[in-house]
């Protein structure tokens, strides 16, 4: 409601209908898209060429005795299977989850091998695969692929944290496959689920801060579900779990956090208020104006998320916006200015310490 009586300051134009307010070009999320599709093809060009030669799979891909068989069914799913409507991803399809959690329900060990070339664990190719190719499923797709990475920790939790050989555990293939698509999707769902469930696990094993987490804000796509949407869910999880916060976030190449958000909510506010030729009282065009408003609240709260001390940091303090604001070297004065424009009345307000928002500005208490 604030948003509607003060206007942000632009920092950039937008002339589509979307908010790509990104510096990074839309083919570098795009190839930051293949380049997570491409290390599960790597791996499934050099599994073909095992299986060709000696491989016991070669004849039976699914004998569970196999100490690979989970991981080789899983690489196996960026490959097509054919329906009578025509061929299809393996990854897209339910049949394939529901396979892979019987595998591993059938011999539970299975879960724990360790591919001797890439060191990576059948826990990694689930959680890079299921990240990058769940976008264009059914919810009941993501449900099935939730539960079988639930049966995966279960059956060797130690997965969580175990390194690959590029010092990568799963959640680095949750995030990686996050660019992969456009929209909010039923992926997100998985997404969510999985992140929830690692970092549960082991929330000490992922660095969730600089310029990973620009990244991943960076993918985060135009969120028109009415506030609060999955996107700020989703940040939300990291900060809860993960210890994300703008406070200990440093700033990748000039450009912040919190810089790179508060663009998207200039264009999306922007966009809220678009007049179009002719009727503008038409069903599209009010449609287009209240995605865009429900897009630029849920992105300021996921702003105002990110302004909040960590919970270590905060110790019982008051968790007052405006002084969070002063305090975040990263916020920027055009972010920082719309923020005290839209509570003023938080301007006189003291923290549990006794200071205004103009002591942390003075540099009082040495921030």
């Known amino acids: 409601q604030k948003a509607e009586h003060h206007r942000p300051t632009s920092t950039a134009k937008d002339s589509t209908m979307g908010c790509n307010q990104s510096k990074a070009t839309e083919a570098a999320i795009h190839s930051k898209a293949a380049t997570t599709s ?23 891909p699914h004998q569970t005795h196999h100490s690979a068989a989970l991981y080789h069914h899983l690489l196996s799913g960026l490959t097509s299977t054919s329906f009578k409507a025509g061929s299809v991803v393996k990854a897209h399809t339910e049949s394939f989850w529901e396979e892979a959690k019987q595998i591993c329900s059938s011999d539970p060990a ?9 060191q990576g664990t059948p826990l990694h190719v689930a959680c890079s695969l299921g990240a990058a190719q769940l976008n264009a499923c059914a919810a009941s797709t993501s449900t099935v692929a939730m539960a079988f990475i639930e049966a995966l920790v279960e059956a060797f939790p130690e997965a969580v944290s175990h390194r690959d050989k590029h010092h990568h555990v799963p959640l680095d293939g949750i995030f990686a496959g996050i660019c992969a698509g456009k929209g909010i999707s039923d992926a997100f769902f998985f997404r969510t689920q999985a992140v929830k469930l690692l970092l549960e696990h082991d929330a000490c094993s992922f660095s969730l801060r600089g310029d990973l987490l620009y990244k991943i804000i960076e993918s985060l796509p135009d969120d028109v579900k009415a506030p609060l949407g999955p996107t700020v869910e989703f940040i939300n999880l990291l900060l809860e ?9 440093t700033d990748p190449k000039d450009d912040g956090v919190l810089a790179l958000l508060y663009r998207r909510f200039v264009q999306q506010f922007d966009q809220s208020e678009r007049f179009f030729d002719g009727d503008n009282s038409r069903e599209e065009v009010v449609q287009h104006r209240q995605n865009f408003k429900n897009s630029a609240v849920n992105t300021f709260n996921i702003i105002e998320l990110l302004l909040r001390r960590c919970k270590r940091e905060r110790d019982g303090e008051n968790d007052l916006l405006v002084h969070n604001a002063v305090r975040a070297v990263s916020c920027p004065p055009d972010l920082l200015r719309y923020i005290v424009e839209t509570n003023l009345e938080a301007v006189s307000e003291t923290d549990s310490k006794g200071n205004l928002p103009l002591h942390y500005a003075a540099g009082y208490d040495d921030i």
Not at 52 to 57: K, W
Not at 110 to 118: K, Q, V
Not at 241 to 249: C, D, I, L, R
């Open 241 to 249: 779990k993960g210890g994300v916060s703008a406070q200990t976030v």
């Open 110 to 118: 299975l879960a724990s091998y360790i591919d001797p070339s890439t």
């Open 38 to 60: 491409n290390n599960v093809t790597t791996a499934s060009v050099s599994l073909k060429s095992k299986r060709s030669s000696s491989s016991p799979l070669a004849e039976n």
